[in-house]
């Protein structure tokens, strides 16, 4: 058994995996505050896994309320070397539909929290390389399950981050689809962040709900709407989930689990002793 430990953060239906055993409810105390809930450990497939309901048991925290930085200070607490994604994203073009999967590769972040969604600050500066912000040897892994289950599936394209809770407006949809960007969502971008600072790979399965409004022929995006495909999408993420955590290689080497190695500019001898003591699970490798 590694050491290791997969982490998986979506909805509380993922956790229904046949073969998830030795389940353990585990509460983590972090210095930015509380994650969206305990941590759902356990073993699947020969594998660590910690998950995590993004949005709480019972969804109660909306997506510009979540805590990315305690979220992702947990998981590396927990062990994670990799954390998996799965969401519900509206389609911002017509060749993904309702309850395809896109795996994508880029973010536009329209959103205005990026003071939460960095580890650095308090005395210690840092820039990580964001070029490529999915971890794409883990994309790859989805995407080929997927693909081999033969569902309907997408390689590439720019996830939107707008901030909601509303969902679009037809302004905004009909703008981000002219652009030709792949889906919107509220809540991948300030994760794929904190993951990078955290050295952590990332990758997001997008599971398609609906088209957002920018689809004159299609009724527009509702709750009712994005729960009923939620539920048909939380079946083909557990299967690809079950598939690909036995091809993820045990040691996390990663070129994002040396995100830091040329990060961070501030001297190590002016690191605030504070900083050093919340940020020790994510700065071990240079102190």
Not at 33 to 52: I, K, M, N, Q
Not at 235 to 242: D, G, P, V, Y
Not at 247 to 252: A, G, M, N, V
Request: proline share 4%; charged share 20%.
């Amino acid at each position: 058994m590694s050491e290791h430990v997969i982490g998986i953060i979506g909805g509380s239906g993922l956790y229904h995996i046949d073969g998830f055993t030795n389940q353990k409810w585990v509460k983590v105390k972090t210095p930015f505050g509380a994650p969206s809930d305990h941590f759902l450990t356990g073993e699947l497939s020969g594998r660590r896994v910690a998950f995590l309901p993004r949005h709480g048991r019972g969804h109660r925290i909306m997506p510009s309320e979540l805590n990315h930085r305690a979220n992702f200070w947990a998981f590396k607490k927990l062990g994670a070397g990799w954390v998996i994604s799965v969401s519900a994203v509206g389609s911002l073009q017509a060749k993904y539909k309702p309850c395809d999967i896109v795996f994508p590769d880029q973010f536009l972040d329209r959103t205005k929290k990026s003071g939460d969604h960095t580890f650095f600050g308090r005395g210690i500066v840092g820039h990580v390389a964001f070029a490529h912000p999915i971890c794409e040897e883990l994309r790859q892994i989805l995407l080929q399950n997927a693909k081999r289950l033969k569902l309907r599936s997408h390689d590439g394209g720019t996830y939107v981050n707008m901030e909601g809770p509303a969902f679009s407006t037809r302004a905004e949809s009909m703008t981000n689809h002219k652009a030709g960007y792949a889906v919107v969502g509220m809540t991948n971008l300030g994760e794929a962040k904190c993951a990078r600072e955290a050295e952590i790979a990332y990758a997001t399965m997008a599971m398609i709900t609906d088209y957002d409004c920018w689809k004159e022929d299609e009724a527009h995006v509702t709750v009712e709407m994005v729960i009923g495909n939620l539920k048909r999408n939380a079946l083909n993420a557990q299967h690809i989930l079950a598939q690909a955590i036995q091809q993820i290689p045990t040691e996390p080497n990663w070129a994002c689990h040396r995100a830091l190695e040329f990060a961070i500019m501030t001297e190590r001898s002016a690191w605030p002793a504070k900083t050093i003591r919340d940020l020790k699970p994510i700065l071990k490798n240079y102190l």
